[in-house]
């Protein structure tokens, strides 16, 4: 379970966190964690917190595979032999 946590500025001004654990990454092992900060309102902190459960659900939060040299050489290719069709039409 998150909690979300109050804390206060140097100014005095109240403001609002929490850290969410977000699965394990497959490419390491190793747990992964987000923290938001800088809420002025426990509701937004909240609100945001929904959001991110839910995409950490859905499977939308991070991409888990990670792109090759491979992968990056292929897009950059291709980008490159579209520029130069267009150039020499």
Request: charged content about 30%.
């Amino acid at each position: 379970m998150t909690t979300i946590k109050s804390y206060s500025l140097q100014n005095g001004e109240k403001r609002y966190q929490f850290q969410l654990y977000a699965g394990v990454n497959p490419l390491t092992g190793k747990e992964q964690r987000t923290t938001r900060r800088g809420f002025k309102k426990r509701k937004e902190a909240e609100l945001t917190l929904a959001r991110l459960k839910l995409e950490i659900d859905k499977g939308t939060f991070r991409k888990t595979i990670a792109e090759t040299y491979q992968d990056v050489y292929d897009l950059w290719l291709s980008s490159i032999k579209i520029l130069f069709q267009r150039v020499h039409l």
